[in-house]
């Protein structure tokens, strides 16, 4: 059984940071990449970070330069590190990997950025 589960998000004012983790199981993590994936009120769900099992991250413009996606192969984790959070940045943020048998996603874990 595949399990993505989210973690580490937040109430935090703009400027701040925060790291959010996902950590996976029933999958052979190293292998896959993996995604994050976040979706405000009233929007669509946006790709957000990528860190493939070998090769470049990439993120979204919008998160470029703030944001930066990294793996613990040793943990079956990713996390996405999140500095300089602007309140556009609210949103519930998922973690998500494709394998050969199905997408999967975790259940979200909520950001809110507010002074």
């Known amino acids: 059984q595949v399990q993505l589960v989210e973690s580490g998000g937040g109430l935090v004012q703009p400027g701040g940071s925060l790291r959010l983790s996902c950590t996976t199981s029933g999958i052979v993590f190293s292998i896959y990449t993996m995604e994050w994936y976040r979706q405000a009120p009233g929007n669509p769900r946006e790709f957000v970070a990528r860190?493939?099992?070998?090769?470049?991250?990439a993120y979204a413009d919008s998160v470029k330069g703030r944001f930066n996606i990294a793996r613990d192969n040793t943990k079956n984790t990713v996390y996405l590190q999140m500095n300089n959070i602007k309140p556009e940045d609210t949103a519930v943020y998922y973690c998500?990997?494709?394998?050969?048998?199905?997408?999967?996603w975790g259940q979200g874990t909520q950001v809110t950025v507010s002074s």
């Open positions: 998500t990997t494709r394998t050969i048998h199905s997408d999967y």
């Open positions: 860190v493939p099992a070998h090769g470049n991250n």
